[in-house]
């Protein structure tokens, strides 16, 4: 059509352990999934989010473009982790043309970094619950370095990023499309990736409260290569379920013991958010990332909790053609793909 508006980006996710890439058709009559495909990183190329090596990582995006035969160039992505700070606070009410300079002055306090390295975004949340002159703020800073080398890194592999998001607001872009998600119901999305977990307790489409650590699946690859003496890769293999009888009684107990771990760290930020929040209590968990797959996971979140643990589908609801994604493959990829749709879902004029 020759009016079309063609604003449209490719969702990009450069994980460090998974690049995952997702490009949607979006349309009145529903959002069908025109590609998908994940590529995997050798370990060590991106460690701490930050790109360590980068011709290769950029080849590994190039290659995963070119084998999902995508021709869009502008791309949406997101950082998380280390060099990501997002923080509720509250502020003065002051005019909106105040504000600009009033979240600036006010950030400085919050963020560790010279606040001249980092990029400042903010939300207004709505008025404070404590007084009527305060107000809730959102705010994010990225260190402009890492936005810089993550500019450097797409422009390597021929792309323009138009939107640079966070990982966690990705994600809950896309959960508060799915039809399964009932905003108010406060809920709490988990996303446990390779090498940082990312919490955010929701309700009405709102985010009470985000979390970040740095608990993931490299620590049963790294304590799993450690113990039984195997590379990284062979390790990592293992831990995706290529494993071998011989060895599996010590994935189990490394498993088992690391994921105790991340339900400790998941129950305090949820009794942390129900001492702070009298009236509000989570009533739900969605699990995503490749740390959803590992055993006894969801169960012991459940049984510690007492609350519906559920792996997130983040294709419900997408029109997509059968042949092309099978079944299998999309409850195979579904619970490391919600970032990469959560991207696609962005528009240009997206802020
Ligand atoms: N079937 C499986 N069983 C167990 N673990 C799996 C399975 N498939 C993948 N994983 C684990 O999931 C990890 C990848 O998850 P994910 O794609 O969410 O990480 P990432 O996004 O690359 O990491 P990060 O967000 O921390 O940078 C792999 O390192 C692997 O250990
Ligand atoms: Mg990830």
Not at 16 to 37: D, H, P
Not at 234 to 254: C, F, P, R, W, Y
Request: charged letters at 25%.
């Amino acid at each position: 059509m020759l009016f079309r508006k063609k604003d449209h980006l490719v969702g990009l996710d450069i994980g460090s352990s998974f690049i995952k890439v997702a490009e949607l058709k979006i349309s009145k009559k529903g959002n069908s999934l025109k590609k998908f495909g994940v590529a995997p990183v050798p370990s060590g190329a991106i460690v701490e989010g930050r790109i360590i090596d980068m011709e290769g990582v950029a080849n590994i995006i190039r290659t995963l473009f070119k084998s999902q035969k995508i021709k869009e160039k502008n791309v949406a992505i997101s950082t998380g982790g280390h060099s990501v700070v997002i923080k509720t606070i509250t502020t003065a009410k002051v005019p909106e043309k105040e504000l600009h300079t009033t979240i600036h002055s006010e950030a400085e306090q919050y963020i560790p970094y010279d606040i001249d390295d980092v990029n400042i975004d903010y939300q207004i949340l709505g008025e404070s619950e404590f007084s009527l002159d305060q107000m809730n703020v959102l705010l994010v800073a990225v260190k402009k370095d890492l936005v810089a080398e993550y500019i450097d890194l797409l422009s390597l592999a021929g792309l323009t990023p138009k939107i640079i998001d966070v990982d966690t607001f990705a994600l809950q872009n896309i959960y508060e499309v799915l039809p399964g998600s009932d905003p108010e119901t406060v809920t709490l999305l988990v996303d446990v990736g390779a090498s940082k977990t990312s919490l955010n307790i929701l309700k009405g489409n709102i985010s009470l409260m985000m979390r970040d650590n740095v608990s993931g699946t490299d620590q049963i690859i790294e304590e799993l290569s450690g113990q039984l003496d195997l590379s990284i890769e062979e390790a990592e293999n293992m831990v995706s379920g290529n494993n071998d009888q011989k060895n599996s009684k010590t994935l189990t107990e490394i498993s088992q013991r690391i994921v105790n771990t991340w339900c400790s760290e998941i129950c305090e930020v949820v009794y942390t958010f129900q001492s702070s929040s009298n009236e509000n209590k989570v009533e739900k968990i969605v699990l995503s990332g490749g740390g959803g797959f590992v055993e006894g996971f969801s169960d012991n979140l459940k049984s510690e909790l007492n609350v519906d643990v559920v792996a997130i589908n983040p294709f419900e609801g997408l029109i997509l053609d059968g042949k092309r994604f099978p079944d299998s493959f999309i409850s195979g990829v579904g619970l490391q793909a919600p970032i990469a749709l959560g991207l696609a879902l962005r528009r240009m004029d997206d802020k």
